[in-house]
């Protein structure tokens, strides 16, 4: 518990000034995070993080949640043109290395560079539309989390997904999403993103509330795919930025369907 409390501290003195800050140095930080996360699943599937695929699967990570504004080097490429280039390298490549990395790896390595790429390139986006913009997501996250696991523990009975994550509970869910709606609607009325009113977002804030929750149990999901407890090691008491950012990764690209990003 001592080491869980101290690494969250470490990290928030990073990742609460950089957040503040924006611009370069947050878009620096973020596209960190996101190899961190491919190097992830690269070492659940057991591939080695020096070989070719792996330095591929680096550089479509990269293409994938990069900003926008970093692309315009070179005149008419987007992201899903890199996806696609880089995708079709890593099928040569099953070809070259004599299916020793198989259609199958590549398309675990894709699928993460879409999940992880749009999830953290979204990230840095709403960062650019404004702080009060990527707290909104934030907060539905830490709430929705808190919540859960502190109202599961008092009432919760009935499991969510024993399978999945043994320890989620129908109640806590539930409480979670309540709390959330409660307490990012005061944060909306005194901070509002002004897309929509106040009751609508409401009703987004609800579904986003549920949509972390599902990230959190995908994730889980592939875990105990992969047969491993943490997705890494990189944040001591906490796994890996997968597991850190997991229901993230789903809230952010919703936001920007609904028009937030």
């Avoid at 696609?84 to 004599?98: D, E, P």
Wanted: charged content about 15%.
């Amino acid at each position: 518990m001592k080491q869980r409390v101290i690494t969250a501290i470490v990290a928030m003195i990073i990742f609460i000034p950089l957040l503040i800050c924006g611009g370069t140095p947050f878009s620096i930080l973020v596209v960190a995070m996101g190899l961190v996360a491919m190097s992830e699943m690269l070492t659940m599937k057991k591939k080695l993080l020096v070989s070719p695929e792996a330095g591929l699967s680096f550089l479509m990570m990269a293409g994938m949640l990069v900003p926008d504004s970093w692309l315009r080097v070179i005149p008419g490429i987007t992201h899903l043109d890199l996806l696609y280039f880089f995708a079709l390298i890593l099928l040569l490549y099953t070809v070259a290395s004599k299916n020793r990395f198989s259609f199958d790896d590549a398309g675990a390595l894709v699928l993460c560079a879409v999940y992880a790429g749009l999830g953290f390139h979204y990230m840095i986006a709403a960062r650019n539309v404004g702080l009060t913009t990527i707290l909104y997501g934030l907060l539905i996250v830490w709430i929705t989390d808190s919540g859960a696991y502190m109202i599961g523990r008092q009432i919760g009975k009935h499991k969510l997904a024993p399978k999945m994550s043994p320890n989620k509970t129908w109640e806590g869910s539930i409480g979670g999403t309540v709390a959330t709606v409660i307490l990012v609607g005061i944060y909306l009325y005194f901070f509002p993103l002004k897309k929509y009113s106040l009751p609508v977002m409401l009703l987004i804030t609800l579904a986003l509330s549920v949509a972390g929750q599902i990230g959190d149990l995908v994730e889980s999901a592939f875990k105990r795919h992969y047969g491993v407890k943490d997705s890494g090691k990189i944040l001591p008491g906490h796994g890996g930025i997968l597991d850190r950012f997991d229901s993230l990764l789903f809230v952010l690209p919703l936001m920007h369907l609904f028009g937030l990003i």
